[in-house]
């Protein structure tokens, strides 16, 4: 690595060594000392015009903004002093005058930035004794709505589709206290980021149709997470309800390596599948043309003496959407009852790609961990996973049975073209989260927890290793491969799963095979780890 | 009384001369001497020439015109662009239209000449949108110096070329900020930039960029043709050479003057502008256009044209734009005016700036319309104090230091307002 020249700084008395080139923001940002701030974001550029992180630095005359002013050796920075209070103080004040102070009808009121630093900088009555200015508010914007009245011009929606995006669908109209964020002639926007811009909006201008009036924030929740739409493995922060044990909303959490502050639509919003109406409830078993609700314990029975009877003609096809853990404990639970084939479940064309094919975060690949397979086949020694053996399998005709694990959400061609390959006489179990026409062959549906539901570790494009974490509890019946593997090595479903099952399970037989070394779950980086890059234990 | 002999002047001249405009009347006169005597120095001697000077920046902030120039960086590998800012907005200044409607083509010879010393090839006039005529003027004097070989490919034989474009401006007050302007040139929003980066390393296009004023350029040919020196010995310690006043208001022969840096105020009103209209009684003097803080009566006649002198009175000489204030005229109606001016022209990008002007102007107006309150005063201080010295630019503490000076120098005829509940001068005068 080149080594980057340290400078020494001082700010607030406390002595700190950074590199070179960092702002003075970054730098009490790293120390943990807060500066307040609207307009700066850390992985947007520098637009310097909100005028609330004014420092005092000894030698200069005036307060300089700490977003756009290099640190330098030997600078003495005050964030707290009593001269940069007040010019904060001043500087809310002015933001204010012209704010609607809707706070009880905003639905952005305790997560806003506004509230927040006039509840530590300001606290003063107001001295604006006119009518206010007025703009447009509940502008419809497609998937967001805009009041632009509660804007305070921070200019990072701007930036956000100027540079992220780059498809420039906002821009400030007009000048002076008339300036109004907008799209051009009030169309809806065309990018599929829009949901980042009701993040990091500090107050309530845009907000997402999706969440709006749905909860109070104060009434949420948030776990760290990941997603699992697609292979990116944008790290998130899910909201639930702990009283109703609901999800509410799922937003990006920041991680430079993966996904910076950003998510896509998709991965926010397509979380409703888990309440949808598609849901599978019950194991399902199709009977003459017709659908009936069969208990877990039949499904289980009739399962365990088909593997009984032939363990070798059966093919476990696991997608790349079950966790590590979850296809070790598979592989090593079902190879004990003599079952040999095992597969995945993946679209081929597109696995493997380590870019977004949109140039932001989106990937081909739709399911989170194919990398996290790739490097357990290794080391499990799975060999014949491709679709290609599968058919020479099918052809062999020594297959008689086929279950297909972990499916889950809105499943695409690569798993309808896995199921037209399967010859009529083969009974085939789908383990899935929702009904999809593609399952209409299958002898049992038996439902899939979804990823909300379940605690393990994924392995994105990028080859990092990232924690899921259960968020809410399984719904309906759904039961995840660890309690699949369990009753079919049971034949029963009288005991149930050891607490933390998956987590135990990671650091005793995952971490070590995908990092090199066994790491504890709680010590596994929230951020991620990188893939150890050779030595598969 | 120091008083600049007409014989001696440097920027004026010439102007009485007709047709001055064309190009062969301005050769006739000696034009593009100092061009021909430039592309014989080495650049740096005529940055050295012009630092000897001691000439400073003719725009308002007075930043002395040679250390600009030794700023920009020769080994960028990018190119260099001169842009000369005739985005002349600031009210109560008309001094620049003056030059570019006469004398033209002595302006296209100080953008050559500096545009040769700091090595730049590409240089704009962005010029406002309102001076239709000066533009129209300019446009045809730029055509007639590439037709005889002042601009373009190899200007007078020698290897220096230089492309001139006129660029006019859609009649924003804010585009006469240097980064505004640059922002404004690129096709951008006129919204001044941060700095740093400063335009001198990373300017138009990214590129190291001089802006300066129509006056300062229009110098520099004199300068060069004479010397540092000779330039030097004009005006005050720190305020060097000659400077054009455009003075308006109520005065006799309004208009735009030349007078050495140093001299009376009080005599440049009685002298040059022929004094009060009427006899009236002078009640305020603004010195350097709207945005420079009032002189009373009493500090009037003391003030002299130089950056010391009002610097000591609390204000700036600024663009030179004197407007004279008679006693009979209602100062909060005019402040009223000046900080509407403000709010509409705020670009709207930093906080204080954009709601500051708004609510100033708010609560100036209450005073004139008989609404005000003696707290509305306290409010108007303490907003205006905390405007200033937060913003991108200037712009903010350029709203809020009239309107303070005027405040605090004159506070009885704001209280008089609001105890009368109405303007004693009428609504309409």
Not at chain 1, 254 to 265: A, E, F, Y
Not at chain 2, 131 to 155: C, D, F, H, M, N
Not at chain 2, 289 to 306: F, I, N, Q
Not at chain 2, 371 to 391: F, H, P, Q, S
């Amino acid at each position: 690595m080149e080594s980057v020249k340290q400078v020494e700084l001082t700010i607030n008395d406390r002595k700190m060594k950074v590199a070179a080139g960092t702002t003075v923001f970054q730098a009490a940002d790293k120390a943990g000392i807060f500066i307040p701030h609207f307009c700066y974001h850390p992985d947007l550029t520098i637009a310097g015009c909100c005028r609330m992180c004014l420092v005092e630095i000894k030698g200069m005359p005036k307060l300089a903004i700490s977003c756009n002013t290099p640190v330098s050796e030997g600078m003495v920075v005050q964030t707290e002093s009593p001269k940069v209070k007040d010019a904060v103080k001043a500087v809310l004040e002015l933001q204010l005058i012209n704010h609607p102070l809707d706070c009880p009808i905003c639905d952005k009121a305790g997560e806003c930035r506004l509230q927040d630093n006039y509840a530590r900088y300001d606290l003063q009555a107001s001295r604006m004794q006119y009518e206010k200015g007025h703009k447009p508010k509940v502008m419809d914007l497609g998937p967001l709505v805009l009041d632009a009245e509660r804007c305070v011009l921070c200019a990072r929606c701007v930036r956000f589709t100027a540079e992220v995006t780059k498809t420039n669908e906002l821009a400030i109209y007009n000048r002076g206290d008339r300036s109004t964020v907008g799209t051009y002639n009030n169309q809806p926007f065309t990018n599929h980021y829009t949901g980042n811009l009701a993040d990091m909006c500090p107050v309530g201008g845009l907000t997402a149709k999706d969440f709006r009036f749905q909860m109070r924030v104060w009434f949420l929740q948030k776990v760290q997470s990941v997603c699992t739409l697609c292979a990116r493995g944008c790290n998130t922060l899910v909201s639930v309800n702990q009283s109703r044990m609901q999800l509410y909303r799922i937003e990006p959490r920041r991680n430079p390596s993966v996904n910076k502050s950003w998510m896509c639509d998709t991965g926010r919003w397509d979380y409703h599948y888990v309440y949808d109406n598609s849901r599978i409830k019950t194991p399902v078993r199709h009977e003459d043309g017709r659908l009936v609700e069969k208990p877990w314990l039949e499904w289980l029975t009739e399962t365990k003496e088909g593997v009984n009877r032939d363990p070798k003609g059966v093919l476990i096809a696991i997608s790349t959407q079950a966790t590590n853990e979850e296809i070790v404990d598979c592989v090593q639970g079902l190879r004990a009852l003599g079952v040999e084939n095992f597969c995945w479940i993946v679209d081929e064309a597109v696995v493997g790609e380590t870019q977004p094919y949109d140039g932001v975060l989106r990937h081909r690949d739709l399911t989170a961990n194919a990398s996290g397979f790739l490097k357990l086949a290794l080391g499990l020694q799975i060999e014949r996973y491709h679709y290609a053996d599968v058919k020479k399998l099918f052809e062999q005709g020594r297959l008689k049975q086929v279950l297909i694990l972990g499916l889950e959400g809105k499943v695409g061609a690569w798993v309808s073209s896995f199921m037209a390959a399967i010859p009529r006489d083969v009974e085939v179990t789908v383990h899935a989260t929702n009904v999809s026409p593609y399952f209409e062959s299958a002898r049992w549906w038996i439902p899939n927890v979804s990823s909300f539901e379940k605690s393990g570790t994924v392995v994105n494009a990028l080859g990092r290793v990232q924690k899921l974490q259960a968020v809410i509890p399984p719904q309906h019946t759904a039961r995840n491969i660890h309690e699949i593997v369990l009753g079919l090595a049971q034949g029963h479903d009288r005991i149930s799963l050891p607490k933390a099952h998956a987590e135990n399970l990671f650091e005793a037989h995952v971490s070590a095979r995908l990092l090199g070394r066994p790491v504890n779950w709680r010590e596994l980086d929230p951020l991620g780890e990188n893939l150890a890059s050779e030595g598969v234990a | 009384m120091k008083r600049l002999d007409p014989s001696r002047r440097i920027l004026l001249a010439d102007m009485e001369t007709k047709g001055l405009a064309d190009c062969k009347v301005f050769e006739s006169r000696g034009g593009y001497q100092a061009l021909k005597k430039a592309l014989s120095m080495p650049p740096k001697d005529i940055i050295e020439t012009v630092k000897k000077s001691g000439l400073r920046g003719r725009g308002g902030a007075g930043f002395p015109t040679g250390n600009k120039w030794g700023f920009v960086p020769q080994n960028s590998g990018k190119p260099i662009f001169l842009l000369c800012n005739a985005d002349e907005s600031e009210p109560g200044t008309f001094k620049d239209r003056l030059l570019m409607e006469k004398n033209p083509h002595r302006l296209i010879e100080g953008i050559a000449i500096s545009s040769f010393a700091v090595n730049s090839h590409k240089a704009y006039i962005y010029i406002r949108g309102e001076y239709a005529k000066a533009a129209s003027i300019l446009e045809r004097a730029v055509e007639q110096a590439y037709s005889a070989g002042y601009l373009g490919k190899r200007i007078l034989g020698s290897s220096f070329d230089l492309e001139l474009v006129v660029h006019r401006g859609a009649g924003a007050y804010i585009c006469g900020e240097e980064t505004g302007l640059i922002s404004s040139l690129e096709g951008k929003k006129g919204q001044p930039k941060l700095k740093p980066p400063f335009p001198a390393v990373s300017g138009f296009l990214g590129c190291p960029t001089v802006v300066n004023n129509v006056e300062t350029l229009f110098t520099v040919p004199w300068i060069v043709e004479h010397g540092g020196e000779k330039y030097a010995a004009y005006g005050t310690e720190q305020s060097k050479g000659t400077k054009l006043f455009s003075i308006s208001g109520w005065v006799n022969k309004p208009g735009v003057y030349e007078e050495e840096l140093g001299a009376s105020l009080k005599d440049f009103i009685e002298y040059y502008a022929g004094g009060m209209k009427g006899g009236a009684k002078l009640k305020a003097v603004i010195p350097g256009g709207s945005s420079t803080p009032p002189l009373t009566a009493e500090e009037v006649e003391k003030a002299t044209l130089d950056m010391e002198s009002m610097a000591k009175l609390g204000t700036f000489l600024g663009s030179g734009g004197i407007i004279v204030i008679p006693d009979q005229l209602c100062l909060v109606k005019l402040v009223e005016r000046i900080a509407e001016f403000y709010w509409d022209e705020s670009c709207g990008q930093c906080t204080p700036c954009r709601e500051g002007t708004g609510w100033l102007y708010k609560m100036v107006a209450s005073i004139e319309h008989g609404n005000g309150k003696e707290v509305t005063l306290e409010d108007i201080k303490k907003t205006g104090r905390n405007m200033m010295g937060v913003t991108i630019c200037p712009l903010s503490d350029a709203a809020a230091m009239p309107i303070l000076g005027f405040v605090q120098k004159f506070p009885d005829e704001f209280l008089e307002h609001i105890r009368a509940k109405r303007c004693p001068y009428g609504e309409t005068h």
